[in-house]
């Protein structure tokens, strides 16, 4: 069985660690603050002291952090994975970054002999913690094919898409798809509120038609409890939608409605919203409509 490091404890990662453990596999991990560390040792992993050190333990080496440069500090900087990597070991990243700077990382890591797999998931903290994650993967299909029972340690659906940064594209197309339905939801919501119907019955009835969906169900469902907590955070989002737009200008794509998805997550920046979760874009359509859902 391939010993595995696992590089970003945070809320995605701490769960996805755990289920490695769980699934048998020799677990060393690291993380920038280590307090977070302490609950993926106490259920079996053993901790290292940097990127390099992990990657000396492992056969493949998972990375889950928050952007492109952090992806670049952690695997290739001064005490990054790369340095205490062998010829033939795998890594794995499953952050949503940059599919630009994917291949960029995957030509470098080519050089020393070492794979790359860009494999993003989707599926908040309760997929990681339930190892129910839906994974897309880019980079070669025998390397894929080769690695796939560690994913399926950690994800249900599990999608080979095709070269280094092909998974990264179709996480941008998730996002893509995630903002737009939310703020759907927000507006049809808000709309429902505004002509005095009772939100709660119209959230019952359309769930179950045609306009029926994961956001509707979920998040819409914690807007009518006012619950603005994370389970994906708005500064993440923003993050998700900067590498969106930079795609998009690569590749002379315009994308409207994703534009204007945009703006309104710009107003909950500006109103300091940022560790809400991603529901809370309903703050910017209540303000402009100048009601509330809850009242």
């Known amino acids: 069985m391939k010993r595995i490091g696992f590089i970003g404890l945070g809320l995605m990662g701490t769960g996805m660690s755990k289920n490695l453990v769980k699934a048998g596999y020799q677990v060393t991990v690291w993380n920038r603050t280590e307090a977070k560390v302490k609950p993926v040792v106490e259920a079996g992993a053993t901790a290292a002291k940097t990127p390099k050190e992990v990657a000396e333990n492992a056969d493949v080496v998972i990375t889950i952090v928050?952007?492109?440069?952090?992806?670049?500090?952690?695997?290739?900087?001064?005490?990054?994975?790369?340095h205490g990597a062998k010829k033939d070991?795998?890594?794995?990243?499953?952050s949503?970054?940059?599919?630009?700077?994917?291949?960029?990382?995957?030509?470098?890591?080519?050089?020393?002999?070492?794979?790359?797999?860009?494999?993003?998931?989707?599926?908040?903290?309760?997929?990681?913690?339930?190892?129910?994650?839906?994974?897309?993967?880019?980079?070669?299909?025998?390397?894929?094919?080769?690695?796939?029972?560690?994913?399926?340690?950690?994800?249900?659906?599990?999608?080979?898409?095709?070269?280094?940064?092909?998974?990264?594209?179709?996480?941008?197309?998730?996002?893509?798809?995630?903002?737009?339905?939310?703020?759907?939801?927000?507006?049809?919501?808000?709309?429902?509120?505004?002509?005095?119907v009772d939100v709660a019955k119209v959230h019952q009835a359309v769930s179950g038609g045609a306009a029926g969906g994961w956001q509707l169900t979920n998040n819409g469902g914690r807007l009518l409890k006012g619950d603005m907590n994370p389970g994906f955070k708005i500064k993440d989002y923003l993050k998700d939608l900067g590498i969106i737009m930079e795609t998009a200008a690569a590749n002379k794509m315009p994308l409207p409605a994703t534009s204007l998805v945009l703006q309104m997550y710009?107003?909950?920046?500006?109103?300091?919203?940022?560790?809400?979760?991603?529901?809370?874009?309903?703050?910017?359509?209540?303000?402009?409509?100048g009601k509330t859902i809850l009242g």
Do not use: W
Request: charged fraction near 20%; hydrophobic fraction near 45%.
């Open 96 to 196: 949503t970054i940059s599919p630009i700077a994917t291949m960029k990382i995957a030509e470098k890591l080519s050089e020393k002999g070492i794979e790359m797999l860009d494999a993003p998931v989707s599926g908040g903290v309760i997929g990681a913690n339930n190892g129910t994650l839906s994974i897309m993967v880019g980079g070669k299909k025998k390397v894929f094919e080769e690695n796939l029972p560690i994913l399926e340690a950690m994800g249900k659906t599990i999608i080979y898409i095709g070269g280094n940064g092909d998974g990264q594209v179709c996480k941008a197309v998730n996002q893509i798809l995630v903002g737009t339905a939310m703020l759907g939801v927000a507006e049809a919501l808000v709309f429902a509120a505004k002509a005095g």
């Open 89 to 94: 070991d795998v890594f794995i990243d499953m």
């Open 66 to 82: 928050t952007d492109s440069p952090d992806v670049e500090q952690v695997l290739l900087g001064p005490d990054g994975a790369i």
């Open 266 to 289: 710009r107003h909950c920046q500006a109103e300091n919203m940022l560790d809400n979760g991603t529901q809370a874009v309903s703050k910017a359509v209540e303000k402009l409509a």
